[in-house]
């Protein structure tokens, strides 16, 4: 008897499948096979062993139904329960493939799918285990099969010839497989990373929200902080003959003072970290590089204008948080100094990052910008995913990003925007001017 999943359905923000998706992809087979056996037996007029191939059938349809009772619409099971799901498909098909020819049967190409659906869903591990499996199913049809179901006399194919079709549909099972599964596992990490940054986004709005929480509060708290003032004032010179009263009163004085300037800190905080919505281009790259210092190593800043000269560009926690990325894994891997430069073209805005470690891997070189690309990306073990979230910020605000390794050692990422992408309109409308 087939182990059915377990009874308690996986939580929705763990790994697992789907019901819902085994039921309908079982559904479509279910379908398909029946139709099939109709269009050959009944249609064509082959002889069918109708009583095994219909009790095959409907084992799928009793398991789907046993599902659909147990299973709310969209509960999840663990991979280990889908694995064994998608293991019962593959032998279902083979136990049909084996009454209809085995290898001989043009259908036996369908043993490609229950395992390529598992190197969708499933893990590396899990999906090894389903092509073994399949592999060993195979081997099985090609050496015992009932005959292929035939006119009489009936047909016969060359045993070379049946081993060709093992032979292209392993190696076709193999190769789909391993694609399958590499093209899923970086939607996977993809949907990760992208979980990442948004989360980074998300903190930037709660630090923006806080600051403007403690300004209202500063604000709101200081009326009654200025009436409890006055009545201790009123009580203290009241209060001239009963000493131990006036001391506490005094206590009280100075505990509300002490509460206004805690209040007024907050709203002086508040009001620093309050983003400016433009500024211009070399300010912003001194607030990027502001939470770092004291750096690690020095950090030269060079722009093409003169002090309090540049374009006027949108402040934007997207735009912040990249170059925090960008700067922080510079600073991470130089050894001796950081430079971060800007300029301008008529019609683009670019930022540069360079430092003098030991640059960018070769062979990652072109891959920088994908998410979670492995141990190797540096030698302090990071994935690059936080290349990857500067990447995906820079560009929500319509930058391009480039990766180069310069020819006296170390690295550059230059960031570039269209002037309209990134300059205020009255910036563009005095570019147009000039140029």
């Given at each position: 008897m087939l182990p059915l999943a377990s009874r308690h359905p996986v939580a929705l923000d763990q790994p697992g499948v789907r019901v819902r998706t085994l039921v309908q992809l079982r559904w479509a087979a279910v379908v398909g096979q029946f139709a099939t056996l109709l269009i050959v037996g009944a249609g064509l007029g082959f002889p069918i062993h109708w009583g095994p191939a219909l009790a095959a059938i409907g084992a799928s349809v009793a398991l789907n139904l046993s599902l659909q009772w147990l299973y709310r619409r969209h509960e999840r099971i663990d991979s280990t329960s889908a694995l064994v799901h998608l293991v019962f498909d593959l032998v279902q098909l083979a136990v049909l493939l084996f009454l209809t020819g085995g290898l001989a049967n043009p259908f036996s190409l369908l043993l490609l799918v229950p395992v390529t659906i598992s190197a969708t869903l499933l893990s590396a591990r899990a999906t090894s285990f389903m092509v073994v499996g399949a592999l060993l199913l195979l081997l099985a049809l090609w050496r015992w099969a009932m005959p292929l179901p035939w006119h009489s006399p009936g047909i016969t194919f060359p045993a070379t010839y049946l081993f060709g079709i093992l032979i292209a549909i392993a190696l076709g099972m193999?190769?789909?497989?391993?694609?399958?599964?590499q093209v899923s596992a970086e939607a996977r990490r993809r949907q990760a990373a992208l979980v990442a940054t948004q989360s980074a986004l998300e903190r930037e709005s709660r630090m923006g929200a806080l600051g403007a929480l403690a300004a209202a509060a500063a604000h709101e708290l200081g009326g009654p902080l200025g009436t409890i003032t006055l009545i201790a004032r009123d009580l203290q010179d009241a209060a001239v003959d009963d000493a131990a009263l006036k001391s506490d009163i005094q206590l009280l004085n100075l505990e509300v003072r002490r509460c206004r300037d805690i209040l007024a800190q907050l709203a002086e905080r508040a009001e620093a970290e309050d983003p400016f919505p433009e500024l211009p281009l070399p300010?912003?790259?001194?607030e990027a590089i502001e939470p770092f210092e004291p750096t690690r190593v020095p950090v030269e800043i060079k722009v093409a204008w003169e002090p309090?000269?540049?374009?006027?560009?949108?402040?934007?926690?997207?735009?912040?948080?990249?170059?925090?990325?960008?700067?922080s894994n510079a600073l991470r891997h130089a050894?001796?100094?950081?430079?971060?430069?800007?300029g301008e073209t008529a019609s683009d805005i670019w930022i540069a990052i360079s430092d003098d470690g030991l640059g960018f891997s070769a062979d990652l070189l072109p891959r920088l910008g994908e998410p979670f690309l492995g141990p190797s990306f540096s030698r302090s073990g990071s994935t690059g995913l936080g290349i990857f979230i500067a990447t995906t910020l820079v560009?929500?605000?319509?930058?391009?990003?480039?990766?180069?390794?310069l020819p006296e050692g170390g690295a550059r990422v230059e960031l570039r925007w269209h002037r309209t992408d990134i300059a205020t309109s009255s910036d563009s409308r005095e570019k147009e001017g000039t140029f």
């Open positions: 193999v190769f789909l497989t391993i694609y399958a599964w300010a912003l790259l001194h309090g000269a540049g374009p006027i560009v949108r402040r934007s926690p997207e735009l912040l948080h990249g170059l925090h990325n960008l700067l050894i001796s100094a950081v430079r971060l430069e800007a560009e929500r605000t319509g930058g391009r990003l480039a990766f180069a390794n």
